[in-house]
């Protein structure tokens, strides 16, 4: 299946995942797969952050948005890793601490 008969071009004519599910008859999932497969084909899906939905775009404008959206995103997510992996380190060494005192 390919999402992108499904996902019209221009912000105007947004289609939300609930859309695109009903209209494809996958699971939310799939759908979001689907979407970031034909991300990484270099198709310039665009979200529209006011919940309209997802829409093919050819405005660097609106591409640069989606751009900056989605580095927001990766911050945030690698900020949660530092953390994460902080703690981890934390507990491995609570961990081996512990091994070493009991032998």
Not at 36 to 44: F, H, P, S, T, Y
Not at 76 to 103: F, N, P, V
């Amino acid at each position: 299946m390919n999402i992108t008969d499904y996902i019209p071009n221009g912000k105007a004519n947004a289609v939300t995942r609930e859309q695109l599910c009903a209209m494809t008859g996958l699971r939310d999932r799939a759908v979001r797969k689907l979407i970031e497969i034909a991300r990484l084909d270099g198709i310039a899906i665009v979200n529209a952050q006011d919940g309209r939905g997802y829409y093919i775009s050819d405005d660097p404008e609106e591409i640069r948005r989606q751009m900056a959206t989605n580095e927001s995103r990766a911050m945030s997510i690698l900020k949660q890793q530092k953390y994460l992996r902080h703690r981890l380190k934390e507990l491995e060494g609570a961990a081996q601490i512990s091994i070493e005192d009991i032998s």
